[in-house]
């Protein structure tokens, strides 16, 4: 192909058109994600919804946020599966056996229970969950406690496990694992080993340091 500028003949091969045509394609994908980090929707391209490879940034403040909720329709989800209820309900009686203020929570998150200085060891179990939490009477973790079901370790749920594991240890607290064949008298054993007896409480409350 031959185009003439200023009266000079400048021969371009199929490579370099290809390679023009690429940079322009790049420099409109940029155009395009660049509206859609300011909040702007993408509009289509030949029909269809132009792709965008950087982050949502539009739910970086409170009002898109609500936009969003006000637009969107939501729906109940089970906090728990019946199995796990079960245990639940079994070592929420043992607690009350005891006595002792202790109350029995759900699905809590380890960052709101547990802390580290160390800002990628905290981010590491941050948004983890424990099936079940015994609290103290002055809001203190006493122990964690999860289900182990059936299908439990599938994929890298043993290495989730683990981490919660560590570093709940690291904190000084319990960690209890039920497994789907235990008995209810099994698993209130294994809570009524957190405590002492009552004879022996030297005040309000105390836990069994795990030895």
Same mark, same amino acid.
């Given at each position: 192909?031959?185009?003439?500028?200023?009266?000079?003949?400048?021969?371009?091969?199929?490579?370099?058109? /290809?390679?023009?045509?690429?940079?322009?394609?790049?420099?409109?994908?940029?155009?395009?994600?660049? &509206?859609?980090?300011?909040?702007?929707?993408?509009?289509?391209?030949r029909?269809?919804?132009?792709?965008s490879?950087?982050?949502?940034?539009?739910l970086?403040?409170?009002?898109?946020?609500?936009?969003h909720?006000?637009?969107?329709?939501?729906?109940?989800?089970? #906090?728990?599966?019946?199995? @796990?209820?079960?245990?639940?309900?079994?070592?929420?009686?043992?607690?009350?056996?005891?006595?002792?203020?202790?109350?029995?929570?759900?699905?809590?998150?380890?960052?709101?229970?547990?802390?580290?200085?160390?800002?990628?060891?905290?981010?590491?179990?941050?948004?983890?969950?424990?099936?079940?939490?015994?609290? /103290?009477?002055?809001?203190?973790?006493?122990? =964690?406690i999860?289900?182990?079901?059936?299908? *439990? *370790?599938?994929?890298? =749920?043993?290495? &989730?496990?683990?981490?919660?594991?560590? =570093?709940?240890?690291?904190a000084?607290? *319990?960690?209890l694992? #039920?497994? @789907?064949? *235990?008995?209810?008298?099994?698993?209130?054993?294994?809570?009524?080993?957190?405590?002492?007896?009552? =004879?022996?409480?030297?005040?309000?409350?105390?836990?069994?340091?795990?030895g």
């Amino acid at each position: 192909m031959v185009i003439q500028v200023d009266g000079s003949s400048f021969q371009l091969d199929f490579l370099l058109l /290809g390679a023009l045509a690429a940079v322009a394609f790049i420099a409109l994908f940029l155009f395009v994600t660049q &509206r859609d980090r300011k909040g702007l929707t993408a509009k289509s391209w030949r029909g269809r919804a132009f792709p965008s490879s950087v982050p949502d940034t539009s739910l970086g403040d409170s009002a898109s946020q609500l936009r969003h909720v006000m637009s969107a329709d939501f729906f109940k989800k089970k #906090v728990m599966s019946k199995s @796990e209820y079960r245990v639940f309900r079994i070592v929420e009686s043992e607690v009350q056996a005891q006595r002792n203020g202790c109350r029995v929570l759900s699905q809590t998150s380890l960052g709101e229970v547990i802390g580290s200085n160390d800002s990628k060891a905290f981010a590491s179990i941050n948004s983890k969950r424990v099936d079940i939490l015994i609290m /103290g009477p002055y809001g203190e973790p006493v122990a =964690a406690i999860e289900y182990q079901g059936g299908g *439990h *370790h599938q994929g890298s =749920a043993a290495a &989730r496990d683990a981490i919660k594991r560590e =570093a709940l240890r690291k904190a000084g607290v *319990h960690f209890l694992e #039920v497994a @789907e064949g *235990h008995t209810a008298e099994e698993i209130g054993m294994m809570v009524k080993k957190l405590f002492p007896q009552p =004879a022996s409480r030297g005040g309000p409350f105390e836990v069994r340091v795990a030895g």
